[in-house]
């Protein structure tokens, strides 16, 4: 299957501070990306879709100032976390969808990331 | 907006055993429907899919599900499992009306024990 990669794994940031992940399709061209955070024994929730050269769509409830998200590629996107608190301490997840027509999503290994 | 319901948490069996994980979705529309796995440390991986025709999908390694649309459910089985099938699954629920975006269930995590 196609792969998709997530950059960094895991990151520790101060309050205040903001944080970029990178979310990359390495085999494919993903004309759409979806962003999800996942906390801990929860399930995956839908924050943003993204179409590459377009401003992102973002799901009801999620600050569209506070996650940041860029996809200037086809194969590149990125999600910034801005002013960054200890309650957006989550897992997030990429996924790419190729765009074929099969409506298969390739994700992310994820990142984990911790405010302190 | 639609919701997905998986009735297990947590499932624990032995080996050989037969696994069904239940799926139950709430949107009266046409959907299309996933189930995928996530390893311990690994990302989510498709294990199948359903869009349209016979409503009994199979999948990779062994697993199959079953559409009933009355019963707006995607159930979720494999006859005998291993215990490299100890994974979390988790099911989605595609409504093909609002474009790409997957819903997905709470997920369950299966132990099997050797």
């Known amino acids: 299957g196609a792969v998709v990669s997530q950059h960094p794994s895991w990151v520790i940031c101060k309050s205040g501070t903001s944080v970029k992940i990178e979310c990359r399709s390495l085999?494919?061209?993903?004309?759409?990306m979806f962003w999800y955070r996942q906390f801990p024994k929860q399930s995956l929730m839908l924050m943003a879709t993204?179409?590459?050269?377009?401003?992102?769509?973002?799901e009801q409830g999620v600050e569209k100032d506070k996650f940041l998200i860029n996809h200037a590629s086809l194969t590149l996107s990125t999600l910034t976390v801005t002013s960054a608190h200890p309650e957006d301490s989550s897992f997030y997840i990429c996924?790419?969808?190729?765009?074929?027509?099969?409506?298969?999503?390739?994700f992310g290994p994820g990142t984990r990331l911790t405010v302190t | 907006a639609q919701s997905v319901s998986q009735h297990n948490h947590h499932v624990i069996l032995s080996e050989a055993a037969s696994l069904e994980l239940g799926c139950n979705y709430s949107y009266g529309g046409t959907v299309n429907l996933f189930w995928y796995v996530q390893y311990p440390g690994q990302h989510l991986q498709l294990l199948l899919k359903?869009?349209?025709?016979?409503?009994l999908v199979k999948g990779i390694k062994g697993f199959e599900a079953e559409f009933i649309k009355s019963k707006f459910s995607f159930n979720l089985r494999k006859p005998s499992v291993q215990w490299s099938d100890t994974a979390e699954y988790f099911c989605?629920?595609?409504?093909?009306?609002?474009?790409?975006?997957?819903?997905f269930g709470g997920g369950t995590r299966v132990l099997v024990k050797p």
């Open positions: 085999d494919f061209q993903a004309t759409t």
């Open positions: 993204s179409n590459e050269g377009s401003k992102a769509t973002y």
């Open positions: 996924s790419g969808d190729a765009g074929t027509g099969s409506y298969e999503q390739y």
């Open positions: 989605a629920v595609m409504i093909k009306a609002a474009g790409n975006k997957l819903t």
């Open positions: 359903y869009f349209s025709g016979d409503p």
